[in-house]
T-cell receptor, first 114, second 117 residues
Framework: AQSVTQLGSHVSVSEGALVLLRCNYSSSVPPYLFWYVQYPNQGLQLLLK??????LVKGINGFEAEFKKSETSFHLTKPSAHMSDAAEYFCAVSDQGSNYKLTFGKGTLLTVNP | GAVVSQHPSRVICKSGTSVKIECRSLDFQATTMFWYRQFPKQSLMLMAT?????????EQGVEKDKFLINHASLTLSTLTVTSAHPEDSSFYIC?????????????FGPGTRLTVT
């Protein structure tokens, strides 16, 4: 069975500061890993994905994430936060054996202070 | 490319009535579609997986007679909430996989806000 743990339901940073959102996963097979962003009353937008290629993945809006198998982690980072980054972020895992069903973490609300 | 739409975006219905939500893939053929439910300030919970032309597979704890899913074409899946009650009020989101590319990636719709009064 797959699972995702996002440490910290709420992260608050200042504008221009580093953003670090943590995600740990559990999977019995090589996983596919995703980060999504959700703005209020909207669907999910894909930020980036890991699919067993490069372990450092670059996404949209300046975000990137590094897959660390030994730590079963896939933390999301951005060097400098913008006010527009304020949103809910979800980490998710899937694998071929589950028909690529996504299992989501509980989400992390990012607030950016001026 | 890879756009998924949902209709309606918001719906209010009275308790006891049924409501249908449509999920369409606009520029690709979706052999597999997924339906999620999201409570306020919570994560997405997978309700069911539907493959075109076959019965949906429901997750444990989801009432299949309450939440009817039909995936009759490669571009359309519908979720019907039957005899809705206030506790069914939620944000419902669909996603779809592109059958032509056999991609693992899911493309999400914008969601439907259901309020049952």
């Amino acid at each position: 069975a797959q699972s995702v743990t996002q440490l910290g339901s709420h992260v608050s940073v200042s504008e221009g500061a580093l953003v670090l959102l943590r995600c740990n996963y559990s999977s019995s097979v090589p996983p596919y890993l995703f980060w999504y962003v959700q703005y209020p009353n909207q669907g999910l937008q894909l930020l980036l994905k890991y699919t067993s290629a490069a372990t450092l993945v670059k996404g949209i809006n300046g975000f990137e994430a590094e897959f660390k198998k030994s730590e079963t982690s896939f933390h999301l980072t951005k060097p400098s936060a913008h006010m527009s980054d304020a949103a809910e972020y979800f980490c998710a895992v899937s694998d071929q054996g589950s028909n690529y069903k996504l299992t989501f973490g509980k989400g992390t609300l990012l607030t950016v202070n001026p | 490319g890879a756009v998924v739409s949902q209709h309606p975006s918001r719906v209010i219905c009275k308790s006891g009535t049924s409501v249908k939500i449509e999920c369409r893939s606009l520029d690709f053929q979706a052999t597999t579609m997924f339906w999620y439910r999201q409570f306020p300030k919570q994560s997405l919970m997978l309700m069911a997986t539907s493959n075109e032309g076959s019965k949906a597979t429901y997750e444990q704890g989801v009432e299949k007679d309450k939440f009817l899913i039909n995936h009759a074409s490669l571009t359309l899946s519908t979720l019907t909430v039957t005899s809705a009650h206030p506790e069914d009020s939620s944000f419902y989101i669909c996603s779809a996989r592109d059958g032509a590319t056999a991609s693992y990636e899911q493309y999400f719709g914008p969601g439907t806000r259901l309020t049952v009064t």
